[in-house]
């Protein structure tokens, strides 16, 4: 089998080693956004398929990553042709995926926006909404989706904030009327739209940056597997020459001649 170039195999190596890392990097910034996010539960819109893309994408990476440098090592065409054409569909994916998030990204937020001030006011929503504001408001220390007026006059325990929280300055002091009676009541000052669209928007961001270096890297794999792939078809071993026996070099004439004398 014709060999490869020993410089290109050195580089595909190292793109695949790199590869690889890309990959971990991957699997690792989506298990920290798990971590991060782990304390809204499912409350965030599209976390969970959001994470199982990453992680799957993730995996993918280095599993084809792998392929390739063995591919590489070994001077596999069977594994290097598998790789190009993971390549090819991979960088095909990535586009697009990635050109429609980028494209939607800016308008994120607003259509998140209009779809919760749909469920206002929170104290006269079903329970199912008014289970996922407290659970909100009580891991991300907020009260109320846009403010704490959301639940009017019915604000609820997860909104109230104890004396370490007030001494961290995450509360405010507001006055609620029951029957006749004046009471305040220290309730946290943070709005919880704004901090769970932080997280929906970095993980978006996270999905955008990984998908298009995905994709620049594929076109890079794309590049280099098929100059391996035609250098281990196209390249032969040194040409022999062949003379034909017509262009043979004889005994000169005049030897002939005196041989037939004698």
Not at 12 to 20: D, E, H, P, R, Y
Not at 120 to 140: C, F, G, N, R, Y
Request: hydrophobic share 45%.
């Amino acid at each position: 089998m014709a060999g490869i170039d020993p410089c290109l195999k050195k580089t595909f190596t190292i793109f695949n080693v790199f590869f690889a890392i890309i990959g971990a990097i991957i699997i690792a910034l989506t298990l920290l956004c798990q971590i991060l996010t782990s304390a809204n539960g499912d409350e965030l819109e599209g976390r969970t398929y959001s994470i199982i893309a990453l992680y799957v994408m993730g995996v993918i990476t280095m599993s084809i990553a792998i392929l390739g440098a063995c591919g590489a090592h070994k001077e596999s065409k069977v594994c290097l042709i598998v790789f190009l054409i993971c390549m090819v569909i991979g960088s095909l994916l990535m586009l697009r995926t990635g050109v429609p998030i980028a494209v939607a990204r800016p308008r994120l937020e607003g259509l998140m926006e209009e779809k919760f001030r749909q469920l206002l006011p929170l104290d006269k929503a079903s329970e199912d909404v008014k289970d996922m504001a407290d659970s909100l408001q009580t891991h991300l220390q907020c009260c109320g989706l846009f403010s704490y007026q959301d639940w009017e006059r019915n604000i609820p325990d997860s909104c109230h904030c104890n004396e370490e929280e007030e001494m961290e300055g995450l509360c405010q002091t507001e006055s609620m009327y029951k029957v006749l009676m004046q009471q305040k009541s220290s309730i946290f000052s943070r709005p919880c739209f704004p901090i769970m669209m932080h997280y929906v928007l970095m993980i978006v961001d996270i999905m955008i940056g990984v998908v298009f270096s995905l994709a620049v890297l594929a076109l890079l794999g794309m590049i280099l597997s098929s100059i391996m792939i035609h250098q281990m078809r196209y390249r032969a071993s040194p040409t022999m020459v062949v003379v034909p026996a017509v262009f043979t070099c004889g005994p000169p004439k005049y030897q002939e001649l005196h041989n037939q004398k004698s």
